[in-house]
């Protein structure tokens, strides 16, 4: 007996079953794939309805990170380090910043935070996060940090990207985000990034961080191919850019807004800036400069320059590491470099060095 012919119904259930269950095996062999070949990303932060995002909280794992097996441990608050003392037995100093002062792609126990730590005998609380901006940190100060009462608050700020991520402008991440309006700073609606679906996948499938990861490195070279220039370094452009403007402008009511959350709850607060790699390396910059015809004319200082005005208007005690990361020297290569990316090793030193000398003279004496 024959089969009754498909109906044009039939047709299209057996069409849409017959891909469905082909998307299906494509993406188990591409989820088996990607583990086997270890390209997994792998995703230790989860959203946060005020902050955006911070690290996912009680972690202990070892991270793969530059070749290198690193140890991450994360408190109940969700920040890299350990518990909050309570009660407190000595100073507490809260740091906040983005990865450099997190520590990304190094060990903990040799971060700069942790050194100070060591160095001085104080409580080191560590706020920095990967892909913080000023904004975010302000947050943090606000929400997290003040309640801990601490006796010195460090701000970083990193050249390389922190001006460009104030501004909504500038960049697409998924932020909180402010703006000046009428003179004043204005904080804007916040929605957490992704969708619950998307996070849920990202805590589980290797595949799908993995392509997140490829697609979002794409974009970028993309956008820099575009422009004749990584957008990143147009912070160094002296040319005129709306755009730009609106960064700086974003970045002084931020760090005013810092200052007078600081200045309210009687704590000091130490402005450290971290200069980029190619501020620091003379042939990485170099590179910058040929790689980048669009942007030129370009000052390689001129991140720290204006970030002194600023600090000068709003009365910041601002400490510069270029000189010192500069006098260093080896920022890349050799035996004993500052970077890797980030601060490694050295540069951790080096850095935990001046911070030291600089949060030892706001120590309240006791």
Known sequence: MSAAPLTPARRVVLAVTTVGISLGMLCLVG??????????????????????????????????EMGRSIHYRTNSLGFRGPEVEEPRTRPRVLMLGDSFTAGQDWHEADTFPRLVEKSLGVEVV?????????????????????????????????TGNDIRENSRMLSPLPRPTFSVENGELKAHPFTPRGTRAGQWLLGRSALY????????????????????????????????DPGWDEAWAVTEALLARIAER???????????????VNQVDDVAWETVVKASPNLAPMDRELPQRRLQEIA???????????????AAGGAL?????????????RG????????EREVKALLPVR
């Open 31 to 64: 989820e088996v794939a990607v583990r086997i070949l270890g390209l997994g990303v792998e995703v230790y932060d989860t959203t946060d309805p005020v902050l955006g995002h911070r690290f996912k909280r009680n972690l202990d794992v070892h991270v793969q």
């Open 126 to 158: 560590n706020l920095g996060v990967p892909a913080y901006d000023t904004g975010t940190e302000l947050l943090a100060l606000e929400h997290v940090g003040l309640p801990l009462q601490p006796d010195v608050v460090v701000l970083v700020i990193f």
């Open 209 to 240: 961080a993995w392509q997140k990861h490829v697609v979002r490195r794409a974009f970028f070279r993309a956008r820099a191919a575009a422009v004749g220039g990584d957008p990143m370094h147009a912070v160094f452009s002296t040319r005129a």
């Open 262 to 276: 600081t200045r309210a709850a009687g704590v000091p607060l130490l402005m450290l800036v971290i200069p980029d």
């Open 312 to 326: 000068q208007r709003r009365g910041l005690r601002m400490v510069d590491l270029l000189p010192v990361l500069r």
């Open 333 to 345: 290569g050799g035996v004993d470099p500052l970077y890797d990316g980030h601060l490694v090793h």
């Open 348 to 355: 951790h030193r080096v850095t935990s060095e001046i911070v």
